[in-house]
């Protein structure tokens, strides 16, 4: 291809390395950038190497955080005693929009995955221990994926709340709020049914 | 939300400047760049910097170069003589890949827009006129989308055209290749029908 510009080749081939950016979308971003918002492109350049700079992890629960520990594990309106953990702070970031929890979080940056060689210390699972071991955690809920890997990693994690003496939930499994039974999988299904409660 | 990171909320809000992202997207670009590759992030940014500062426009095409007069408009293989105009760089991308053309290009960097405020001036038509006035184009192929606005804007630069006594052709529309007629939308197929050859 004929192009007079290696600073453009090296943008789109820098943007492909976003997630789910590929060739044709980096070029649309590129000549979107360049043609209407340079002053984006810019903000964007800078709010990367800001935070990257910035933003580190939380000493105690692992999510990221500009601060040593970050604001959810410094606030006194939160309990201790409940530990959830989950897998990525995308998952945080949901679970808060929920509402549904007033605990605090262990954030596992992953999940176990032998395959890939993810054990327990790549995952960080030590310093979880550290945790556990601190004597403020009552209650672990496990809110791993529902994947066959968070499984795994909920069950070990499992492991090591009960050999603490520490209670261990998993958040429950069944048919989504607004879900249609025809349009619902099997398996999902199955675990509604084996996870059924007293109405 | 409590987030105890406004580095990571800035570079959210940077991220969902780009086009086609929104704000799930850019959380999970933001994510992925601080939690799995930071050598991206600084690569982006770079990137993204040295693109603003060197990338200008062609003194002649207009498109995107980062010398004074593009690699196309300089290039002894290609028919100054033949001047193709298309609205953006994408266009240009695209038509340099299918190979089917040797000339030059003019960019418009828009299209005619009345009621977006667009018009020649801020289109840069003076520009055009200029290079037709130049003495070396004979023909002005109107590659502007088949859009309404499109058309429009290659009905305009065609009357710019023929009033210097140049050819003005216009790419042609129908059915795409591979396109089965009972797909194909009653416009196209209508454009197909009044275009017609002898085969």
């Given at each position: 291809m004929?192009?007079d510009?290696?600073?453009?080749e090296?943008l789109?081939?820098?943007?492909?390395r976003l997630?789910?950016?590929?060739?044709k979308?980096?070029q649309r971003?590129?000549f979107h950038?360049?043609?209407r918002?340079?002053?984006?492109?810019?903000n964007?350049?800078?709010?990367?190497?800001?935070?990257?700079?910035?933003?580190?992890?939380?000493?105690r629960c692992n999510?990221?955080s500009?601060?040593?520990?970050?604001?959810?594990?410094r606030s006194a309106?939160?309990?201790t005693?409940?530990?959830?953990?989950v897998?990525?702070p995308a998952?945080l970031v949901s679970?808060?929009?929920?509402?549904?929890?007033?605990?605090?979080?262990f954030?596992?940056?992953?999940r176990?995955?032998?395959l890939?060689?993810?054990?327990p210390?790549e995952l960080g699972?030590?310093?979880l221990?550290?945790?556990?071991?601190g004597?403020?955690?009552?209650?672990?809920i496990?809110a791993?994926n529902?994947?066959?890997?968070?499984?795994a990693?909920a069950?070990?994690?499992?492991?090591l709340?009960r050999r603490r003496?520490?209670?261990a939930?998993r958040?429950?499994?069944?048919?989504?709020?607004g879900g249609?039974?025809e349009y619902?999988?099997?398996?999902?299904?199955?675990?509604?049914?084996?996870g059924?409660r007293?109405a």
């Amino acid at each position: 291809m004929i192009e007079d510009t290696k600073a453009l080749e090296d943008l789109k081939r820098a943007l492909k390395r976003l997630p789910g950016v590929g060739a044709k979308s980096a070029q649309r971003m590129a000549f979107h950038l360049l043609g209407r918002d340079r002053d984006a492109a810019r903000n964007i350049a800078h709010a990367l190497l800001h935070a990257v700079e910035r933003i580190g992890h939380c000493q105690r629960c692992n999510n990221f955080s500009e601060t040593e520990t970050c604001a959810i594990c410094r606030s006194a309106r939160r309990d201790t005693g409940l530990l959830c953990v989950v897998e990525s702070p995308a998952d945080l970031v949901s679970l808060e929009q929920s509402g549904a929890f007033s605990g605090t979080y262990f954030v596992l940056m992953g999940r176990l995955s032998p395959l890939d060689g993810i054990g327990p210390d790549e995952l960080g699972l030590p310093k979880l221990e550290a945790l556990l071991d601190g004597g403020t955690v009552r209650e672990v809920i496990l809110a791993t994926n529902a994947t066959v890997e968070g499984e795994a990693t909920a069950h070990y994690i499992g492991e090591l709340a009960r050999r603490r003496n520490l209670l261990a939930t998993r958040i429950a499994c069944g048919v989504p709020i607004g879900g249609e039974l025809e349009y619902i999988d099997r398996g999902t299904l199955a675990r509604a049914f084996s996870g059924r409660r007293e109405a």
